[in-house]
């Protein structure tokens, strides 16, 4: 090992599109003005739009203007930072893209006085990521060789979907691998980058109170939704080939049930950490189709680019078991769609009952209850019951509730890919998708696309009444507790 660089090079492919106005730019900017960038960086967008150095960067602060946590008239750097934002115009097939990008790495680590790291970001259709990572093999571009005693760490940054099946997510992390090795390959799931998503292993694993409660003894099931308000609206075109198993489950909630399952892990290693979801992965139960209720939103047919007999789901809920000591005979019921009744994503764990009921006036006390609120509003609810005031032993629920944005003030939650760019620039694996990670989510996944019809429910409702159903037959009902409260 020689000198470590300091200075870091993006080189965003698809640097004219949403992806990158929106989120990548505007989170780096939010870094920036936290002082939180490791080092200098420089940004080099490649796209096939014309554009100028200036033209791009005029585009860029758009974004930034409209999207970043922290608002440029308040932080001053643009102007300063902007100068490190360079614009390539080519095509991604093109041979004389790839040298261009080859010059200017050069370039910038001339003027660094040594090699930079290189991060590749593959902001662009799916379709394009095999291109894209063939031709900067063929250019030489994956190797962190450096002249002289310095070496550069050079990683791909791969965006969702990756594959739509288990077969093409196979063949995607086979070509990927002729190029890179699986430690150069960074795979996104911008739920990892969400703060009360990495809050799960904090939670549970820096508090010795949760975790002796956290398995079958104690636990009657685990609920994970991840509801949307929002319809399908401009995505129609994309949404139509996914759906809402490739698009929600594959990814998001099969992480998130992940975190809550997974044994804790002996270090807070990209390895271990990832070795420990894979487990639980691997024991995950496949589905039969009782277990699965898919569902469409009325006028999901007449959004643009979808088929006027699409039967993409558009919502789904699945019950799931993990087939291991910790979680046997724990059903988890995961649910997620689009057109629902309110944004809210939380995992709720309901306690079991109290073995011997001592209070005879009281109905029943109901179940100590866990939430976990990702979203909108980030918080953790826990229910327990009480004895109400007065006369008699009755009892009533009451909750203890932490709210990040009362503890910790409005504006501190940073975006997802704020986290998921500083860890890829210093080089963390640990919130980024592994090779196996991915396979395993889609074979399980993958059966469930092909389960038949979906039900229709209306917008604004919480998906198909069979989705109720499918809970109630256990004695237990959706809770959007982070909406309603635990209590
Ligand atoms: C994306 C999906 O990955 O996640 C979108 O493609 C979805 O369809 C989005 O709307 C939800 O993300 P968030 O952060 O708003 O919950």
Redesign the pocket.
């Known amino acids: 090992m020689g000198e470590q660089p300091v200075a870091s090079t993006i080189v965003i492919f698809g640097a004219s599109g949403d992806l990158a106005q929106r989120k990548l730019v505007p989170a780096l900017h939010s870094l920036a003005c936290d002082g939180l960038l490791p080092g200098r960086v420089h940004i080099v967008g490649v796209a096939r739009s014309a554009y100028t150095d200036e033209g791009f960067r005029e585009h860029l602060y758009q974004g930034i203007e409209a999207y970043a946590r922290r608002e440029p008239r308040a932080c001053e750097l643009w102007p300063r930072l902007s100068e490190a934002y360079t614009y390539l115009a080519g095509g991604y097939d093109d041979p004389d893209t790839y040298r261009r990008v080859r010059e200017t790495l050069e370039a910038l680590d001339a003027a660094e006085g040594g090699p930079s790291n290189t991060l590749f970001y593959l902001a662009v259709p799916p379709s394009l990521y095999g291109t894209i990572v063939d031709a900067l093999g063929a250019a030489g571009l994956n190797r962190g060789q450096g002249e002289g005693k310095a070496e550069r760490r050079v990683c791909v940054i791969v965006e969702?979907?990756f594959g739509r099946d288990l077969a093409s997510a196979r063949a995607l992390n086979e070509r990927i691998h002729k190029t890179f090795s699986e430690d150069q390959v960074l795979r996104i799931?911008?739920?990892l980058g969400?703060e009360t998503v990495q809050n799960i292993l904090a939670f549970r694993f820096a508090n010795a109170i949760f975790e002796p409660l956290w398995n079958r003894q104690y636990i009657d099931h685990v609920q994970i939704s991840?509801a949307?308000s929002?319809v399908?609206g401009r995505?129609g075109g994309?949404?139509e080939s996914?759906g809402v198993l490739r698009?929600?489950f594959q990814?998001?909630l099969l992480q998130l049930l992940t975190l809550t399952a997974m044994e804790p892990p002996a270090a807070l290693s990209a390895d271990a950490l990832r070795d420990e979801k894979v487990k639980v992965l691997q024991a995950l139960r496949a589905p039969r189709p009782e277990d699965v209720v898919l569902g469409q939103y009325e006028g999901y047919l007449e959004e643009e680019g979808v088929a006027p007999d699409s039967q993409t789901p558009t919502y789904a809920a699945v019950r799931l078991y993990v087939d291991n000591w910790r979680w046997q005979g724990v059903p988890f019921y995961l649910q997620s769609g689009?057109g629902l009744k309110e944004?809210v994503?939380e995992i709720t764990l309901q306690f079991k009952r109290v073995p011997h009921l001592l209070f005879p006036e009281s109905a029943s006390p109901r179940p100590n209850r866990l939430a976990i609120c990702?979203?909108p509003d980030e918080a953790i609810q826990l229910r327990f019951d009480i004895k109400k005031p007065g006369a008699g032993m009755s009892t009533a629920p009451v909750d203890m509730a932490f709210a990040y944005s009362e503890h910790f003030g409005d504006s501190v939650l940073p975006e997802?890919y704020e986290r998921l760019l500083l860890d890829a620039l210093q080089g963390d694996a640990s919130l980024f998708a592994r090779a196996d990670e991915i396979e395993l989510a889609w074979k399980l996944i993958d059966p469930l696309t092909r389960m038949g019809a979906p039900l229709r429910y209306a917008i604004g409702s919480w998906g198909p009444s069979r989705a109720k159903d499918l809970i109630a037959a256990e004695g237990c009902s959706w809770m959007y507790s982070c909406v309603d409260g635990v209590a």
């Open positions: 969702k979907p799931d911008h739920y969400k991840v949307e929002i399908v995505r994309y949404y996914a698009d929600m990814n998001h689009k944004k994503s990702i979203q997802a």
